[in-house]
């Protein structure tokens, strides 16, 4: 059985610890294959950490799965998820114990609370964890799924992504030096992977994203009468 390892960071505040409880949710009641998941929180965020790189590269040490995922707290999975990464795990792993290459990423679809990413899918379904339509989200996955079936051998966001634990910790993990704003650190370890022989694989799996919760100004209206007690 294929072990995966969920590495979901969490800067503890109200609106993202609602968030959280969204997301652990749907990989509890939307995990339905034969992958092992196996769930890290981030427990205690450190008071005005914001690097979540360094929470990832702790993350992928201390796990003993076979593959690991890079998430967040904000970011709820669609049904079906769990069996598109099991089967290409399966499909294409490395014979005889070799480092598997391959960079598996997904598809994150986000609202436009801020920039959305060209490579990700702009549709809103909600800017919070309050608001946020879950059969919507899981109606528009499954359309978006018919649109993209296919394995494609592209570069698409980094987050969502799996990649072998083994050829993560062998390309040395995210180089987390240089501070959190210097430099991407995800485009440039997989810069260095791609370097070295990486495949990149996008797979039909489907994430959303409230986008920026911990520091975005603009709060959805449901927040609005709290937002003392948010901020």
């Known amino acids: 059985m294929v072990s995966l390892a969920i590495l979901l960071p969490h800067l503890k505040t109200p609106i993202n610890d609602e968030a ?38 702790e993350m992928a040490k201390s796990s003993d799965a076979e593959y690991i995922f890079f998430g967040n707290s904000d970011m709820p999975f669609a049904t079906g998820w769990d069996q598109v990464i099991y089967d290409e795990i399966e499909k294409f792993k490395p014979k005889n114990d070799g480092l598997d290459m391959r960079f598996i990423m997904g598809w994150l679809v986000e609202p436009g609370a801020i920039g959305v990413h060209p490579k990700n899918i702009h549709h809103e379904v909600g800017f919070c964890p309050r608001c946020f339509r879950r059969e919507q989200f899981e109606l528009f996955a499954l359309d978006k799924k018919r649109e993209h ?83």
């Open 20 to 57: 959280l409880k969204i997301t652990i949710w749907s990989i509890q009641t939307r995990t339905c294959s034969d992958l092992n998941v196996k769930l890290i929180l981030e427990e205690e965020s450190i008071p005005g950490r914001t690097d979540p790189y360094k929470v990832w590269n």
């Open 149 to 231: 079936p296919d394995r494609i051998n592209e570069m698409a966001f980094t987050i969502p992504s799996v990649i072998s634990r083994r050829t993560f910790i062998n390309f040395g993990m995210f180089n987390t030096n240089k501070g959190f704003m210097a430099a991407p650190h995800d485009l440039e370890f997989t810069d260095k992977l791609m370097g070295g022989g990486g495949i990149p694989v996008r797979i039909p799996f489907f994430c959303y994203h409230f986008q920026n919760l911990s520091r975005r100004k603009n709060r959805c209206a449901c927040y609005q009468q709290e937002s003392t007690r948010i901020e």
